[in-house]
Nanobody, 124 residues
Framework: QVQLVESGGGLVQAGGSLRLSCAAS????????MGWFRQAPGKEREFAAGISWSGGTTYYADSVKGRFTISRDNAKNTVYLQMNSLKAEDTAVYYC?????????????????WGQGTQVTVSS
């Protein structure tokens, strides 16, 4: 049984930083591509960042490029999202997700396991 548990969300002022963590249970974490998605009220879930199984390749949505950094520690079964220079429009519930395929996908439907989400609120 795979479980993904996000943590690190909260309330921060615009321009501030947060670091999200996603701890995964189950075997062979290092074999899977991981992604961070976000969903703001009234909007569809959207891709924020993704990372290959080795951590050697990363992808970012244009809206977060240069401000967010995704990383992973396979020894700890954990993926991170460092968020800097936060803006009010970054306010959303952030989800981590696992994909069985080898390539990072921007589509939520390509991911087979999801965490419960962590709320990030950026005040302006």
């Amino acid at each position: 049984q795979v479980q993904l548990v996000e943590s690190g969300g909260g309330l921060v002022q615009a321009g501030g930083s947060l670091r999200l963590s996603c701890a995964a249970s189950g075997r062979a974490f290092s074999r899977y591509t991981m992604g961070w998605f976000r969903q703001a009220p009234g909007k569809e879930r959207e891709f924020a960042a993704g990372i290959s199984w080795s951590g050697g390749t990363t992808y970012y949505a244009d809206s977060v490029k240069g401000r967010f950094t995704i990383s992973r520690d396979n020894a700890k079964n954990t993926v991170y999202l460092q968020m800097n220079s936060l803006k009010a429009e970054d306010t959303a519930v952030y989800y981590c997700a696992r994909r069985t395929g080898s390539a990072v996908s921007y589509s939520p439907s390509a991911y087979d396991y999801w965490g419960q989400g962590t709320q990030v609120t950026v005040s302006s």
